[in-house]
């Protein structure tokens, strides 16, 4: 099992990136609990609103609009584990994630390649997908395999198995995959489950995670609630990974755009732990500010780094394990 180095440990030197004190941060939670019991989130999808308005949050209707007490969203995240083991096939790639540890992933997902052979950009295929597992295997410093490039060779419909096959059978290390909605979600973990001898065995050791995401401001559609519940049905870690636009589906000042994110990302683990407390949920982050000029989202820019920074530390605050982009 992988140990790595802490992130934002208290130690004499170094440096660290501290956008919020913990009382600030405590004033960005109180923002986002007032936005989920006031304001709410829009959920697209009948059998989500059907499993929290059970539990006890307030369901519109006319709208869609689910709204959530403050001791619902509190226990929640009280519920979801700090510290998950991310298995390998092989376990001597086992990860621990949590216990404010940093670990590194490769980017997802590419759409395009220059061709090793010609030097020419072209389309991704399936072998490329099986050549990038086989790379991040070999890397040391990449502590688990995120879905890099998609197939665009094979029938689209069904192209998060494809993708899921090539890179399950081309690295031993843990997996994160969008597989697309629940039912391909399904046939997802019932591949990893034969892999490993049967469906036991996969709630032991689950080898592959999934990353899902909301849609900014304040959306989860149906292929994300979908993702949540099969994930916390299966005992398979879901990273809920939004991407509020600082100045375009989210105030520009960062505090204004994590409680924005805050709702999106804790309204899914809520709608997880409710399905099954205890469930493993990630706090994931692709947020980042809107380029005004150009209407496009500056992933890479400073100042993403600096709102992720803060995301880190809002999960750190929520003791929840963390996926954030890097500057």
Not at 140 to 146: H, K, L, P, Q, T
Not at 147 to 163: E, F, I, S, T, W
Not at 212 to 239: F, H, M, Q, Y
Request: contains cysteine; aromatic residues 6%; glycine residues 10%.
């Amino acid at each position: 099992m992988n140990r790595n180095k802490h992130a934002g440990f208290l130690q004499s030197g170094g440096l660290s990136l501290n956008m919020f004190t913990r009382d600030e941060l405590y004033e960005i939670h109180l923002a986002t609990l007032d936005v989920l019991q006031h304001t709410g989130v829009y959920f697209e999808d009948e059998e989500a609103r059907q499993i929290l308005g059970d539990s006890g949050a307030d369901v519109d209707p006319k709208t869609d609009v689910v709204k959530f007490p403050p001791y619902m969203v509190e226990d929640a995240i009280r519920s979801a584990p700090g510290t998950v083991n991310l298995a390998g096939r092989d376990p001597k790639h086992d990860y621990l994630l949590g216990n404010n540890r940093v670990g590194f992933t490769n980017f997802g997902e590419g759409i395009s390649i220059v061709d090793i052979e010609t030097g020419i950009l072209r389309e991704t295929v399936k072998r490329d997908v099986e050549e990038s597992a086989v790379l991040v295997d070999y890397l040391d410093g990449i502590d688990v395999y995120e879905r890099a490039l998609g197939a665009h060779d094979v029938n689209q419909a069904a192209q998060p198995l494809h993708n899921a096959e090539a890179f399950l059978a081309n690295t031993t290390k843990h997996c994160f995959h969008g597989a697309g909605n629940g039912h391909l979600m399904r046939a997802t973990i019932e591949m990893a489950a034969a892999i490993q001898g049967g469906a036991d065995k996969f709630r032991e050791r689950p080898i592959i995670s999934f990353n899902t995401c909301p849609i900014s401001p304040l959306k989860l559609v149906r292929d994300c609630t979908e993702i949540i519940i099969e994930g916390a049905r299966a005992g398979a870690l879901v990273n809920v990974l939004t991407q509020a636009l600082a100045g375009g589906s989210a105030p520009v000042t960062p505090a204004g755009t994590l409680v924005v994110h805050n709702a999106e990302v804790l309204s899914g683990i809520v709608l997880g732990q409710t399905v099954r407390k205890g469930t493993p949920m990630m706090f994931g982050s692709s947020t980042c500010p809107l380029d005004l000029r150009m209407a496009t989202a500056t992933v890479g820019s400073p100042e993403c780094a600096m709102i992720n920074a803060g995301v880190a530390a809002l999960s750190t605050y929520y003791l929840l394990p963390s996926w954030v982009a890097g500057g």
